[in-house]
């Protein structure tokens, strides 16, 4: 099933003048309830029970804080349980079966191998899932308007799946990461999904740094995902820190878009921001453009229907005519 975005609440569009920074035109909650080869099981007392193809994981979820739903027996029978060792994501993993060091999970007509990696994580973002459709519907829409081959930046891309599902609908993309090993497991995506003739740039940088240079050459870009963690270090290791790095790298982003059709989207994870703070971060940057501006949390439901399970915050932008 697709992608549900659903009005939190709604504010009053303000007369803007003509230098004015975009106001928040919408607060909103974007939730998947999974696709084929990815399920939200069952959530509860800081867990979420998924399956992701054919292996069923346990594994913290500090913001589950109500009960679970399904009996214990369905839980006990995971195929491997993540166990923390206190702090944000470090731990390890205990599987109850064989499990292949990796696997295939097909999203969107991409395959993804997903792994149980060190830090909890799968390879695998499916909340995201909203965002890449968004994605893609732009990216066709700049096609059939005549823009051949849209260019898509793809900063802190991780293991890949929006640079690819970019690249297989038409775009040409620059996917840049800090981490060697994430560009690895990037490019098996690629191949994996059968399009390594794609024309995906796979570049090991600091994502501050390739901004800088690209303002340098006067680059310009169709659509920019940003994706930064709270901190982090670059290749050679260039320190990364929300709170002091967003907002100037938010506008030198915004530096780098097309002048006439862009979007951008910017999401945060683990982090003590409002969706409101990132929105206004993107509006005061996107000043003397148009174009709607949304900011609010991504979300996956139960396989149920019942509850959905808060994951980040987001805030994304467009030019009117690619709305």
Not at 58 to 66: F, V
Not at 158 to 166: F, R, V
Not at 204 to 219: G, I, T, W
Not at 290 to 302: K, N, Q, T, Y
Request: charged share 25%; with cysteine; proline share 7%.
């Amino acid at each position: 099933m697709g992608a549900i975005a659903s009005p939190m609440s709604e504010t009053t569009r303000p007369s803007r003048s003509p230098r004015a920074a975009p106001a928040i035109d919408s607060l909103r909650l974007l939730e998947t309830r999974g696709f084929a080869d990815y399920r939200l099981l069952d959530s509860g007392d800081a867990r979420k029970l998924e399956r992701f193809g054919r292996v069923v994981v346990d594994r913290p979820e500090p913001q589950a804080l109500w009960s679970p739903r399904l009996p214990p027996e369905r839980w006990q029978a995971a195929d491997a349980v993540f166990s923390s060792d206190g702090d944000e994501e470090g731990g390890r993993w205990r599987s109850n079966r064989t499990i292949p060091e990796s696997w295939p999970v097909r999203v969107e007509g991409v395959t993804v191998n997903c792994r149980l990696s060190a830090f909890r994580h799968l390879g695998l973002f499916p909340e995201q899932l909203p965002h890449w459709q968004w994605m893609i519907e732009r990216i066709e829409r700049l096609n059939r308007t005549g823009v051949d081959s849209p260019r898509v930046l793809n900063l802190f891309g991780y293991t890949g799946a929006a640079s690819i599902l970019a690249a297989k609908a038409g775009a040409e993309v620059v996917h840049i990461d800090a981490s060697k090993k994430a560009i690895t497991w990037a490019r098996e995506n690629q191949a994996a999904s059968g399009l390594s003739a794609a024309p995906i740039r796979w570049l090991l940088d600091d994502v501050r740094k390739f901004v800088a240079r690209e303002q340098r050459r006067q680059r310009t870009y169709h659509l920019i995902l940003l994706d930064p963690p709270p901190r982090g270090h670059g290749p050679t290791g260039e320190l990364w820190e929300m709170f002091d790095h967003l907002a100037p790298l938010v506008r030198d982003c915004v530096s780098l878009l097309d002048p006439d059709r862009a979007g951008l989207v910017l999401t945060a994870y683990a982090i003590r921001l409002s969706a409101i703070s990132i929105g206004n971060v993107l509006g005061e940057a996107l000043a003397g453009r148009s174009g709607p501006l949304e900011c609010g949390e991504l979300a996956i439901r139960e396989e149920t229907g019942a509850r959905a399970v808060p994951t980040s915050i987001y805030s994304r932008w467009c030019t009117d005519d690619l709305a």
